[in-house]
């Protein structure tokens, strides 16, 4: 029997790895083997090889279940569905969420040419537009206030933690 056939996908660690799959800004597609049923895929510490048994992730390494990568294997492959996401919460007066205080978070951006840059900025709101979420923030390398369209937005640190969901700047 396979690795995959004995995991219980329902279990809520595993639903939780599948919308990291799925969602993860960070968690990035390098290759995809369609053949072979491989990929390699970059995330914030690395880049790592997957298939459906096994990921040379520490995740996968230390517990020897399915981890994210190999779930967004499946995604990209198109073999199991993505969970469903969690619709962002939206002010009602409009698409503009005030961040206060202002906060200081470490991000790398990825610009409209494909290169990434590291910025330090005070973000100090969030905006919905239509279907794109944007953050605003006095940038500390262009040395003023600036936009920055979240999903170009690889990896964000706030008091030494990576934040995956852009809400927790608000919730916190």
């Known amino acids: 029997m396979s690795l995959w056939e004995t995991t219980d996908h329902d279990d ?13 800004s960070i968690l990035s597609t390098i290759s ?4 072979l049923k491989t990929g390699v ?3 914030r510490t690395g880049i790592y090889e997957t298939s459906f048994e096994t990921c040379t ?6 517990r020897q279940l ?5 779930y967004r ?3 990209e492959l198109e073999i199991i569905e993505p969970p469903e996401k969690k619709p962002p919460v939206k002010p009602k007066a409009d698409n ?5 205080p202002a906060k200081t978070v470490h991000i790398n951006y990825k610009g409209s040419n494909g290169k990434i840059s590291e910025r330090d900025i005070d ?9 794109k979420l944007y953050i605003y923030g006095y940038c500390h390398v262009r040395k003023m206030v600036r936009q920055f369209l979240a999903s170009r937005i690889t990896c964000m640190v706030y008091e030494g933690r990576e934040i995956t969901d852009f809400m927790e700047l608000i919730e916190n």
């Open 12 to 24: 809520p660690e595993q639903i939780e790895r599948k919308k990291r799959a799925r969602y993860n």
């Open 96 to 100: 503009r969420i005030k961040i206060t």
């Open 32 to 35: 995809i083997n369609k053949e």
């Open 41 to 43: 895929f970059q995330g």
């Open 66 to 70: 399915p981890c994210k990568h190999i």
């Open 73 to 75: 294997l499946d995604y």
């Open 123 to 131: 973000a100090n709101m969030i905006e919905f537009v239509g279907d």
């Open 57 to 62: 992730c520490g995740d996968f390494q230390d």
